[in-house]
Structures are given as C-alpha cells and as structure tokens.
C-alpha cells in the first residue's frame, strides 16, 4: 500500500529564516506530486506541482521553491520566510496517466512565521 | 482560469438532519472530486464524478453533477458527529495539466 510522510508536523521560525520541508511517498513510483498552502483551515492554494524527477511547475509567484530531487521526494524550501509564509502545508501524491484528480494527502505541516 | 464557489460556507445541524453542500464552477467541470478534512489533518478523497448527471453514493453521502457539468451537490443523509469536518470541491478543466482547483470549503458542525 501507499503512505506519504510530512515532517516537521509543526513548525515555528522567525522571519527572515530559512525553511526546509520535506515529503515523502512510499508505495508507488513516478507519482505526481502536489505541494499546497491552506490558509485559515478554508481553501487551498496550488504551490508547486510535479510530473516527474527535476520537473517542478510553479502556480503562484512568491519566495517559495520546490525540488524534486529523487522520484518519491518534494522539498519546500525558502531562504528568506516572510509573515505571510505562516499557514498549513500540505503535501500529496497522485497517480499518473490522467487519473490526477484523486489526490491522497500527507497530514501536513503547520508552519508559524513570527 | 477556473473558479469554484461553495455554498454555504458554514453549517450547523442537528445529529440525524439531512444536509446539501454545493460547489458551482464558472467553467464547464472536465471532473468534479469531493474531499473531507477534519481540522489539522490532510485531505480525504470522497468521490469523483465525470459525466453530465452522474451521481455516486458512499455510505451516507451522495454526490451529484447536473447535466451541464457547472454544478455539483454533496448530500448527506441523517448527519452523524463523525460527519464533521470541512467538505471541499476540487475541479479541474481538460487543459489543466495534472492539477485541481479548489472551492474554499465548507465547514460542516453536526450537534449530537
């Protein structure tokens, strides 16, 4: 069966600081993967999305970036975070081949930027 | 690009009352996927509906798409606690590219 893993499950960092988060899918090959950004507990906005290793689209222009450097492997990072960074973070997995629609999700990261 | 609205956007009901959550797209839906949160954890897959007046049932809930595939409705039968949480729509359009847009949720409080 397929798991994905987030870490850190919360996390608390002053402006300015870099930040690094990690996930990881296991089960599954060549999945495509989401990074997601929910404000408030409401809606949640497309970051990043990935097709395949090296392959990173971004949605939304900001200070965020994401990598891909192995398969089952999507990094969030910033070299800078700003207040506005602060919010839940959340990581999925889809197949591929067109059934991207279901997506299964990590249990997030909730990131607070003071 | 595509936009979802959902209606309403909170909702309060008593343990065993039924209950209608709609999402409405201002483009024609390619697929319409229903997800459930509860506060603090990552996303359920509920159902996925395709065709112009599909309808798909999970145990208590039932999901519909109308015909012109603009519109869809989540239906809960006899509402129980454990139904609780935020109902999201998720759409995406035929030249989307492997990725969903989604409505900002409603949040669902069922009183025992």
């Known amino acids: 069966s397929q798991t994905i893993h987030q870490w850190p499950a919360t996390l608390v960092q002053p402006v300015g600081s870099p930040l690094s988060l990690e996930c990881t899918v296991e089960?599954?090959?060549?999945?495509?993967l989401y990074w997601y950004r929910q404000a408030a507990g409401r809606g949640l906005q497309l970051l990043f999305y990935?097709?395949?290793?090296?392959?990173i689209s971004s949605e939304v222009p900001q200070n965020l970036s994401a990598s891909r450097p192995q398969d089952r492997q999507f990094i969030l990072s910033s070299k800078k975070l700003l207040l506005s960074d602060s919010g839940f973070y959340l990581c999925?997995?889809?197949?591929?081949?067109?059934?991207?629609?279901?997506?299964?999700f990590g249990p997030g990261t909730r990131l607070t930027v003071l | 690009s595509q936009e979802l609205e959902q209606s309403p956007q909170s909702l309060i009901v008593q343990e065993g009352k039924n209950l209608t959550i709609n999402c409405t797209s201002s483009?024609?839906?390619?697929?319409l996927y229903w997800y459930k949160q509860k506060y603090g954890e990552g996303l359920i897959f509920l159902m996925m509906?395709?065709?112009?007046?599909e309808e798909k049932s999970h145990e208590k809930i039932t999901a519909k798409l109308d015909e012109k595939k603009q519109q869809s409705s989540l239906h809960i039968t006899a509402s129980q606690p454990s139904h609780a949480g935020i109902y999201l729509c998720?759409?995406?359009?035929?030249?989307?590219?492997?990725?969903?847009?989604f409505g900002e949720g409603t949040q669902l409080t069922v009183n025992p």
């Open positions: 990935s097709v395949g290793i090296g392959q």
């Open positions: 999925a997995w889809s197949w591929t081949g067109g059934f991207y629609g279901e997506q299964f």
């Open positions: 483009k024609t839906l390619y697929g």
């Open positions: 998720g759409a995406d359009e035929e030249t989307s590219g492997s990725r969903l847009t």
């Open positions: 089960g599954t090959s060549n999945p495509n």
């Open positions: 509906l395709q065709k112009g007046g």
